[in-house]
């Protein structure tokens, strides 16, 4: 069976630490830093600052079944609702969880910070005391003279220092603090922990940058209990002021948010405002979390589709108190034993709690929500997606991730290089792999809100057609799938509707105004027409009233094979009063339809296998030529089993013999790259194909390589190899005792999505 990029174990870094005594061990030796994990690039129009309204913000807490249990080859949970999300957190129940590597870029590509977990529980006792004295020696020390003066808890910032080292070398952004036992120290050890987590703090913003998280997990008070408050109060407030945040327990009566807010208000400003003490971080009711368990166990509301009254009573976008949701897996996880569970009825139920229901023809079924002794009598409306609750946000401004998606959620069925399709999983399950996570388009669920286009005037007399989407795992660009859209009209007796031009948004985007951007997209047609359809590509400011300069490019409606056509423009936003951080757009088609009978129905299926945004690079900028440079294996168990690497570079054209009439000569003697912006081609990932042959017989060729798998960063990270087992490698390329060589081709998809040419790639020999 092909792979999809494990590495052996011996080649991970640690997943996690059970302990800190495995932290310690850890340090102990050289570790290098996963420079090949997407960095972190804030979003540039956050809800803030799009809006002049206090809006809480939205963090969600992903519990999964324990954590790690992401399988290559079967389907398994992915979230894909980013744009809603601020702070995502990946939890287990080990002492440090370390999000994967795959996770982290994922939330990285959509502007979201990517935290880990420092949790205490059971039998943690004992290291929540080392953590705050560090590491102890081995050999016999002791102080150099007795002191007559009492000294509490001795603190030591070791762990903080090895947290926060850890964060900046795998690329997240902070860590949930989640201390579940008592601390038997009582009132000495909690003020001590509450002044170690600033030493965390201040170590996270040196080593990973100012946009460090640190949130507490309402648990132990001041006293050292272990008693959930469910809100903010005295016996929390400590912890909060020396967090980024807090994250307060589920179980909370319905006035207790109204309870947190008032009680925030009531707090000196020098607690939380710099303006009022230098020496402090500001702090709103943003930076207040109120926990809502989605499967239920005492939350308001009992969880599920349920949970939206809980969402009622925070009140986000009016009281500005922000949300942690927790387990929000729940969807799949109490879906997937039923019989007639698939990954498309997965989507559909996770598609109508986040977003909504297409029609009224989808029902939701709203779990009962007994009240708890005491709590005040409440009512709720009909059901409400967690969509209305939170104002979406588009990725990070294009000018620092370029914006790239084939519109797939992090698993698939098959896979498909070019319109090729490359790989099929075998027995027709799934594969999972959230490293190839894209944007599914963040304005098309739950359904597109399709409008007249603005160029051509609306034909009076005429309706819009309507248009569903799905996620269609059948065919792909590249990648597992695409973005099926099925435009259809009943007909219409109006002589205007002849002609009909309809624009349909897909993705927001930041841009920068008055800088050129290139946009590509590609697409098809699934099906015979009897009416004529021409497609477009359309960008559309959406906080302003700015106007665009647009130009098709040579490569604009172009066939690319196996049925696919690419659209590919380029484009200016014009607006001289234009904010620094960017503004608003949104990327979509325009579909003009030509019917001669418009009284007959009609039905347009479009699959959208891929959309690309990046700033356009200058015109006298010599074009380069990414490469795969070398790829190498390293032999473990077997002649077929081992580890490939490579390495990329870049080539630039052949330079012209410069004419240097002085030394004092004002111009370069060339065109020199852009030190502003990213030029050099990076890759996503790769494609590796093999194949068997006899040197003495044949010459092989890359086009008759058969497909094996893709790279991923897996649990240890590596992005530039691949794990090779014989016993995975398919019947033809093992060669079953002939003579001769396996090789292995890596073939290189850069972060615009463009496939490697062959001439690009290199390939190994296996003896």
């Known amino acids: 069976m092909p792979l999809l990029g494990t590495v052996l174990p011996e080649q991970l870094e640690p997943a996690y630490f059970k302990s800190l005594e495995e932290l310690d061990e850890w340090s102990s030796s050289p570790h290098s830093t996963y420079d090949t994990v997407l960095p972190y690039k804030p979003r540039s129009l956050t809800v803030s600052s799009q809006t002049s309204e206090l809006h809480g913000k939205l963090l969600v807490c992903h519990d999964y079944k324990g954590g790690y249990t992401e399988s290559p080859h079967s389907f398994a949970y992915t979230f894909n609702f980013w744009s809603l999300c601020d702070t995502f957190v990946y939890f287990s129940h080990y002492r440090v969880t370390i999000p994967p590597p795959g996770w982290i870029s994922a939330a990285h590509r959509q502007g979201v910070k990517m935290l880990g977990t420092l949790i205490f529980e059971g039998d943690g006792e004992q290291d929540c005391l080392r953590l705050l004295v560090g590491r102890l020696p081995k050999s016999k020390t002791g102080p150099a003279a007795r002191t007559s003066t009492s000294t509490s808890l001795p603190l030591s910032p070791h762990y903080a220092r090895l947290l926060a080292d850890l964060a900046k070398k795998r690329g997240f952004d902070g860590y949930l603090l989640n201390f579940e036992c008592p601390l038997r120290g009582g009132i000495e050890q909690t003020r001590a922990l509450a002044a170690w987590i600033t030493i965390l703090r201040r170590e996270l913003v040196e080593g990973v940058g100012k946009y460090a998280e640190v949130v507490w997990y309402d648990s132990v008070v001041i006293t050292g209990q272990l008693a959930w408050q469910d809100r903010l109060n005295n016996y929390n407030l400590p912890f909060f002021l020396s967090s980024s945040s807090i994250f307060t327990n589920y179980t909370w009566r319905n006035n207790y948010p109204s309870l947190t807010a008032q009680y925030f208000l009531t707090l000196d400003p020098s607690l939380v405002s710099n303006e009022s003490n230098v020496q402090v971080s500001t702090k709103s009711l943003q930076d207040i979390y109120v926990g809502i368990d989605i499967w239920g166990r005492g939350s308001h509301g009992n969880g599920g589709f349920g949970a939206y009254k809980a969402l009622s009573h925070i009140e986000p976008s009016s009281l500005g108190l922000s949300v942690a949701i927790f387990g929000q897996a729940w969807s799949w996880e109490s879906e997937q034993d039923k019989p007639s569970f698939t990954w498309e009825s997965w989507w559909d139920y996770d598609r109508k709690l986040w977003a909504g229901v297409i029609d009224d023809n989808e029902t939701v079924q709203i779990p009962d929500c007994p009240m708890k002794k005491g709590e005040e009598a409440c009512t ?205 757009i949104s990327l979509g088609f325009t579909l003009a339809i030509v019917t001669e009978d418009p009284s007959q129905p009609f039905e347009l299926p479009i699959l959208l296998g891929q959309l690309n945004v990046h700033p356009s690079y200058p015109i006298n900028i010599p074009k380069h030529t990414p490469m795969i440079l070398w790829v190498d294996f390293s032999r473990s168990t077997s002649e077929l089993s081992g580890i490939i690497s490579y390495e990329t570079a870049t080539s630039l054209p052949l330079p012209v013999q410069p004419s240097i009439a002085s030394s004092e000569d004002p111009v370069p003697a060339w065109v020199t790259q852009p030190t502003s912006m990213q030029w050099f081609t990076r890759l996503m990932y790769a494609n590796i194909y093999a194949q068997w042959f006899d040197p003495l017989v044949s010459t092989p060729l890359p086009s008759d390589a058969v497909w094996i798998g893709t790279t991923k960063y897996g649990l240890g990270g590596r992005k530039n190899v691949f794990d090779v087992q014989r016993e995975n490698l398919p019947p033809s390329v093992q060669g079953h005792g002939r003579k001769g060589r396996v090789r292995v081709y890596v073939q290189g998809v850069s972060e615009t999505g463009e496939v490697m040419k062959w001439e690009q790639c290199a390939y190994v020999d296996i003896e």
Not at 434 to 459: N, Y
Not at 540 to 550: E, R
């Open 380 to 584: 709720h409306g009909a059901f409400v997606p967690f969509k209305e609750f939170f104002k979406a946000q588009p990725p990070p401004n294009v000018d620092h991730i370029p914006f790239h998606t084939t519109f797939c959620p992090g698993a698939g069925r098959k896979w498909f290089v070019n319109g090729k399709e490359v790989f099929v999983q075998a027995g027709g399950g799934g594969w999972t792999d959230v490293d190839k996570q894209t944007s599914l388009g963040d304005l098309v669920w739950p359904k597109p809100e399709i409008t007249w286009d603005a160029q051509a005037d609306p034909p009076e007399g005429v309706s819009l057609p309507s248009v569903l989407a799905k996620v269609d795992m059948r065919d792909a660009w590249n990648g597992g799938s695409s973005l099926r859209m099925v435009m259809s009209d009943p007909g219409s007796q109006s002589e205007n509707a002849v002609f009909r031009c309809v624009r349909v948004p897909i993705q927001s985007l930041t841009v920068t105004a008055n800088m050129e951007y290139e946009a590509t997209a590609i697409y098809k047609v699934d099906k015979e027409l009897s009416f004529d359809v021409d497609a477009s590509l359309s960008v559309k400011a959406l906080s302003s009233k700015s106007t665009f300069q647009i130009t098709p490019t040579s490569e604009n409606d172009s066939h690319v094979g196996n049925g696919w056509m690419k659209l590919a423009i380029q484009f200016t936003l014009l607006d001289a009063d234009a904010p620094s951080e960017g503004m608003l």
